[in-house]
């Protein structure tokens, strides 16, 4: 099945920094979904971006499936986006399955 | 509309014991996903149900069972716990066909085994 890896795994920022989430897929992406899971584990959808530029706010995603990746962009971060962003293929492989990455872990001071 | 719920929030089995988890989705959405999140990891597929039948299976063992209800709500079952069963257990629930790619989650199930 696809492999995702994200990158970094780990981020710290100071409030008001921005930053750049990386996902890279070892096979096409058709259906690439971005989520926020929160310290009480609730994961919280933030972008379903097969392909092109969408945004949310301070947040913006890409997607350049011909290339295989993904960027997440938070600007202006504050405390609250603080935990861990996920990045997720859907595939046709065993029903509708999400395949996740490992997740970047999130940090922002104040 | 009403998003997806599970019950119990949190859940403490001993190894060997059976467990039943439960999550309603999403008012208009007919399929649901069943993950596991071991600390520190992404999540990981279990099975799919859709109108009722079993859609699609992780890498899991048959003691992983699931049922899919005519409101679309489902149960997990686990038989013979493990203490490696000890994670957090999501459900994700999504419009079926084609649209059912993107999934929206519920708070989710911790389960420890101990």
């Known amino acids: 099945g696809i492999q995702v890896e994200q990158s970094p795994p780990d981020l710290i920022l100071q409030e008001g920094a921005n930053s750049t989430l990386r996902c890279n897929f070892s096979d096409s992406v058709n259906n690439l979904q971005w989520f926020h899971q929160n310290p009480w584990g609730q994961l919280i959808n933030l972008f379903y971006i097969p392909s092109g530029t969408k945004q949310n706010g301070r947040l913006s995603a890409t997607t350049v499936a011909t290339e295989r990746y993904s960027l997440l962009y938070i600007s202006s971060s504050q405390t609250t986006d603080s935990g861990v962003y996920f990045c997720?293929?859907?595939?046709?492989?065993?029903?509708?399955?999400?395949?996740f990455g490992g997740g970047t872990r999130l940090m922002v001071k104040p | 509309e009403t998003g997806v719920t599970q019950s119990p929030t949190h859940l403490i089995k001993t190894r060997g014991q059976q467990v039943t988890l439960r999550c309603s989705s999403q008012s208009g959405h007919n399929t649901v996903s069943w993950y596991q999140q071991a600390l520190g990891q992404g999540p990981q597929f279990i099975f799919q149900y859709y109108r009722e039948e079993e859609n699609g299976r992780g890498n899991f063992p048959p003691r992983f069972s699931g049922l899919q209800f005519p409101n679309y709500s489902s149960e997990l079952n686990v038989n013979a716990l493990e203490l490696d069963d000890s994670a957090l257990y999501l459900c994700a629930s999504s419009l079926g066909g084609a649209l059912s790619y993107e999934q929206y989650f519920g708070p989710g199930t911790r389960l420890t085994v101990t």
């Open positions: 997720a293929e859907g595939s046709n492989n065993a029903g509708n399955m999400l395949t």
